[in-house]
């Protein structure tokens, strides 16, 4: 409840400042602004971190799309331009221009902090940063960094290429952990402002390490990267503190039924602060495909991924349109499995941005390729990936392993013969609903999980989209900059090459 009132108050002194701007013509620095402290800094940039992953349209919204976890109810023209991949300027620019106008923006305020007091804010917007710039890698490849964000001094930043970026976010990473465990006795610790971690620099330092696996992971298929990923993996060994040990989520206090303070997720696809189910909910349903999978490897999730109609669970192929069949009715939402409980739980649950299970099979693909050589084995892992997935759903830890040592190939490690196709699968089932882009990326880097459909009605002959288009609003305002557009259908994030 503290972080919402900080959230409320920090909104409205950035409001100020923003509408006095250029009329009372002050030496202040718009990128340090030393009317608003720390503690209220940090919930804002949260509150935007978890925003821009689970709204509508937000991107973990694009990974259930393009990854064939959500279709569309009868009676909707929802998800129109993702059923015909129409990758344009303006398809999912908010991934770009929401992260740096308002996301970043945030958490450099906290970067540019000078006081020593403030060492450990100033680490965590480091990790805060470097946890967005990944995104941003993996989503559009090249992107504006070295002159993002200091955009009174560089209105037109440059762009910097993908993979350099990628290394000094574990340069970033590295310093940050470095910054926490070498704080001076004066730092100040977070707290209550903190909707992370409330001040947990431990949790903090774990978090960056778990990050730093999932850069290393997204290069694993890549030529010459063995010892870089080896040595960086070293060197979290060396450094001790480990990796988180549940999901990541952030909560400044969300509240049921208050207009702004509901879980951003809830709030645009479960109910709204009037407790009425929201069209995006009766417009999002499962997919036949998501469906016929789960259900052909006996797996209960199923009942939590998505809720169960009284006729029992049904999907929709995406694209799918009224004149393609006689009995659209059918596909009404009653009618169909919409988002499950074990997604939308309440409205003031946890945003999640980084699951458990995620970071298990993260580990478990590295074990298996031998980049790591010690501790759990990949079988181990594999399945602690699983039994944190069952967790987060609400189911528990036998239910998981009545699953997993069923002799079914993609399911049980011993029966599946491809392994890593089995762990990018599993990963698959675990981050639906949550952190979707994360099986996009996987599935751009590695073609797994294999047989998934694109959307009927879609003519061409490429597979689904690997890249966003930069935003329409940087060729206006950075155009010298911006780099040619890469095609969205072949041209593959670096890591993918």
């Known amino acids: 409840m503290k972080s919402i009132i900080k959230f409320a108050i920090v909104l409205m002194v950035t409001g100020l400042l923003a509408s006095c701007e250029g009329y009372l013509d002050v030496n202040v620095d718009p990128n340090n602004p030393t009317a608003v402290t720390p503690d209220l800094v940090l919930p804002v940039g949260q509150y935007y971190t978890a925003a821009y992953h689970s709204t509508d349209r937000g ?9 064939v976890n959500w279709s569309q109810s009868d009676g909707f023209s929802w998800y129109t331009d993702e059923f015909k991949y129409n990758v344009t300027s303006s398809f999912y620019s908010g991934v770009f221009n929401n992260t740096f106008a308002n996301t970043l923006k945030q958490y450099q305020i906290l970067y540019n902090l000078e006081d020593e ?18 995104l941003l890698v993996d989503c559009y490849g090249d992107v504006p960094y070295t002159e993002a964000l200091g955009r009174s001094k560089e209105a037109t930043p440059a762009y910097d290429d993908a993979q350099a970026i990628y290394e000094d976010l574990i340069v970033q990473i590295n310093a940050a952990i470095d910054l926490i465990k070498n704080a001076p006795a004066l730092a ?106 789960l259900s052909s490897t006996n797996d209960p999730r199923i009942d939590r991924l998505y809720e169960k109609p009284a006729t029992g669970h049904l999907g929709v192929p995406q694209g799918l349109l009224d004149y393609d069949t006689p009995v659209a009715d059918q596909y009404m939402p009653d009618k169909v499995s919409n988002i499950g409980p074990g997604i939308l739980k309440s409205a003031d649950m ?59 190939s993609l399911v049980g490690w011993s029966p599946s013969s491809n392994k890593l196709e089995a762990i990018i699968t599993q990963k698959w089932i675990a981050v639906n609903g949550i952190t979707a882009e994360q099986s996009w990326f996987d599935y751009s880097r590695t073609g797994y999980p294999s047989g998934v459909p694109i959307p009927l009605n879609y003519n061409a002959t490429t597979d689904r989209p690997v890249r966003l288009f930069y935003p329409a609003g940087e060729y206006s305002s950075n155009g010298a900059n911006v780099p040619t557009q890469p095609n969205a259908f072949t041209a593959k994030i670096f890591w993918a090459n």
Not at 59 to 67: D, E, Q, R
Not at 119 to 129: D, Q
């Open 59 to 67: 991107l973990s919204h694009l990974g259930n799309m393009m990854m």
């Open 117 to 134: 007091k403030y060492v450990n804010y100033k680490a965590i917007a480091m990790i805060m940063k470097s946890f967005h710039y990944q």
């Open 188 to 293: 100040e610790v977070p707290g209550s402002d903190d909707a992370m971690f409330g001040g947990n620099m431990t949790n903090w330092i774990r978090f960056a390490n778990t990050l730093k696996v999932r850069i290393l992971t997204r290069q694993s298929d890549m030529s010459g990267r063995d010892s870089y990923i080896t040595s960086e993996l070293a060197a979290i060994a060396s450094e001790g503190s480990g990796y988180i040990t549940t999901d990541v989520g952030i909560n400044p206090g969300y509240i049921p039924l208050n207009t702004g303070k509901q879980n951003p997720m809830w709030n645009s696809l479960g109910k709204d602060e009037g407790g009425t189910v929201t069209m995006s909910n009766n417009a999002t349903c499962a997919t036949d495909h998501i469906l016929d999978f």
């Open 350 to 408: 946890d945003a999640i941005i980084f699951t458990l299970a995620e970071h298990y099979f993260n580990l478990s693909e590295l074990r298996q390729k031998t980049f790591i050589t010690t501790g759990p084995s990949a079988q181990d892992l594999y399945e602690s990936g699983i039994t944190a997935s069952f967790l987060y759903l609400g189911l528990d830890e036998e239910d998981a392993e009545d699953y997993y040592t069923q002799s079914k």
